[in-house]
């Protein structure tokens, strides 16, 4: 079934530690996005990637890096984690470039706990 | 700035029992309004592209409306498998997607 899927579903981290999150789609769409989801705040927006090479900053970026080595994959990065960073993780992905008419389709999410 | 703000946060309703939800927004110029449901536990699901004022679009027992200013999203005899969380989202023309928070709906059976 074509979409995006994350890994891992979820995890406990000591903070200071530094952790990836895995972002696969099949869709061949050229955007792609993380978000993180805070109750009360909505979804806000971390980073995002238009095609492969490149990478932009979102509403939120301070803390978070991320990669774009091809089409499918955009992994996001807490170099040294922190509680505040404790949330719920969606990576997203457009047909069109980030800020066109497209809807966005999301993953099924990574729930992040930093202790 | 951006903003969107959805109301109510919760909405409980009977089985059958129909009502709105509403999305206010400012935003400096509109490309697109986005309708989103997410169930407990899950990614948000695409509804409604919305793009100009008084433009409608339906789907089952939703239909959504846009004016200048705000959005609704109307729910007609709903159903219990309507519960969800309605996520309202602006793109504006120079600038990221904004969400606003949902709308957590109940329907009771």
């Known amino acids: 079934i074509a979409g995006i899927t994350q890994a891992p579903t979820s995890q406990i981290l000591a903070a200071g530690r530094r952790m990836t999150l895995r972002c696969t789609q099949d869709m061949r769409h050229n955007a792609m996005y993380w978000y993180r989801q805070d109750l009360g705040l909505g979804l806000r927006l971390i980073h995002y990637s238009n095609t492969a090479g490149t990478t932009g900053k979102g509403e939120v970026p301070d803390g978070y890096s991320v990669s774009r080595a091809n089409t499918d994959d955009f992994p996001l990065t807490l170099a040294s984690a922190v509680p505040s960073q404790t949330s719920v993780y969606f990576c997203?992905?457009?047909?069109?470039?980030?800020?066109?008419?497209?809807?966005?389709?999301f993953g099924p999410g990574t729930r992040l706990t930093v202790l | 700035e951006d903003q969107v703000t959805q109301s109510p946060e919760a909405l409980r309703l009977q089985e059958g029992e129909s009502s709105s939800l509403n999305c206010s927004y400012t935003?400096?110029?509109?490309?697109?309004l986005f309708w989103y449901r997410q169930d407990p536990g899950k990614g948000p699901e695409f509804l409604f592209t919305?793009?100009?004022a008084g433009e409608e679009k339906e789907k089952e027992r939703l239909k959504a409306t846009l004016t200048k200013k705000e959005s609704f999203l109307h729910i007609t005899a709903p159903k219990p498998e309507d519960s969800a969380t309605y996520l309202c989202?602006?793109?504006?023309?120079?600038?990221?997607?904004?969400f606003g928070a949902g709308t957590r709906l109940t329907v009771k059976p």
């Open positions: 989202a602006v793109q504006p023309h120079n600038n990221d997607m904004r």
């Open positions: 997203a992905s457009s047909p069109g470039l980030a800020g066109s008419y497209n809807e966005q389709f």
């Open positions: 919305l793009y100009s």
């Open positions: 935003v400096s110029g509109l490309r697109g």
